[in-house]
């Protein structure tokens, strides 16, 4: 399976900003759709963002206005950028190829990320 890389989580204040990475190797030449979930303790994993092959990004209803998606091909990077954090916004967050677009052989449909963890503090 392709690496799934997620980086960026940290301990932060109420308030604070954050940005996540996700580095999936031969991102730009598979055309990866990626998705963002995260998952609370004790809750289920819940989707964030989405962010297909051409950038255009998908946000949940919950989280629109404070998060930004975006891609860096050149860095086989996706982003996401969350603003105003609150509490409820603990969780760890995962990266996943939702399909490549392209049938190469290195390419990987359904793959997740360990995750990074994201703790906000009142």
């Known amino acids: 399976q392709v690496p799934v890389v997620e980086s960026g989580g940290g301990s932060v204040d109420a308030g604070g900003s954050l940005r996540l990475s996700c580095t999936v190797s031969s991102y730009s030449d598979c055309m990866y759709d990626i998705s963002w979930y995260r998952q609370a303790p004790g809750k289920e994993r819940e989707f964030v963002s989405s962010?297909?092959?051409?950038?255009?990004?998908t946000y949940a209803d919950s989280m629109k206005g404070r998060i930004t998606a975006s891609q860096d091909n050149a860095k086989d990077t996706v982003y996401l950028q969350i603003d105003n954090l609150k509490p409820e916004d603990t969780a760890m967050y995962y990266c996943?190829?939702?399909?490549?677009?392209?049938?190469?052989?290195?390419?990987?449909?359904?793959?997740w990320g360990q995750g990074t963890q994201v703790t906000v503090s009142a």
């Open positions: 996943k190829i939702d399909r490549s677009r392209r049938p190469y052989y290195f390419c990987s449909d359904n793959t």
């Open positions: 962010i297909d092959k051409d950038g255009t990004p």
